[in-house]
């Protein structure tokens, strides 16, 4: 999950691995070969009714829940157990900084970053640039799995509004109230 040629995006936790762009799952049914490619957007084929939904995009409700467990993880484990994170880069995490880590990835999506650009516009000059659109946020059903790009449904507040808890929880979470109290009673307080 935490390799960056895999799962981990600059913009979250991918839906498939990306390993699948170059190595894609075949199976055969009746003689018939079907193949599950890595496409991070909209889909190349009809296939599946020609939506790439979990062949690559970045979903919020996926990665809310990764964080989420983590965090709640990081409960008991504590600081004691880290993981390599990114995979290869020899820095190692504890869960709640790979918790934090993700956060800060979706939350990129949707900030501007040093150009003054936002990855859920991708190329939309309109929305990158008009005075009256660029600090308008749309919501998408998921985002792309490599540039961030909002793909599919726009206005999708509903799970795609699970950024503002993702971001939010950098904020309100702490560490030290999570190991002396748990995950759930910090989570209790925190969206209260």
């Known amino acids: 999950m935490l390799d960056e040629s895999e799962f981990l995006s600059p913009f979250g936790i991918r839906a498939l691995s990306r390993f699948h762009k170059d190595h894609p799952y075949v199976f055969t049914v009746d003689g018939h070969p079907y193949r599950v490619d890595y496409e991070p957007a ?32 990081y409960s008991y484990y504590g600081d004691e157990f880290t993981v390599e994170c990114p995979r290869g880069s020899g820095s190692r995490m504890s869960l709640w900084d790979v918790a934090d880590e993700i956060c800060r990835r979706v939350s990129s999506i949707l ?10 516009y991708g190329g939309t000059e309109k929305f990158q640039q008009d005075p009256h659109w660029r600090d308008l946020l749309l919501f998408y059903e998921h985002f792309h799995g490599d540039s961030g790009a909002g793909i599919g449904a ?23 109230e999570e190991l002396e109290k748990g995950f759930d009673a910090v989570a209790l307080r925190a969206f209260r």
């Open 154 to 176: 726009s206005h999708q507040t509903g799970w795609s509004g699970l950024v503002a808890p993702i971001i939010m929880s950098r904020a309100v979470f702490d560490k030290k």
């Open 111 to 120: 900030v501007r970053d040093d150009t003054g650009r936002r990855a859920v």
């Open 42 to 73: 909209e889909s190349s084929s009809g296939l599946f009714g020609g939506n790439s939904n979990w062949r690559g995009p970045i979903w919020m409700p996926v990665n809310a829940l990764l964080i989420q467990s983590l965090r709640r993880l």
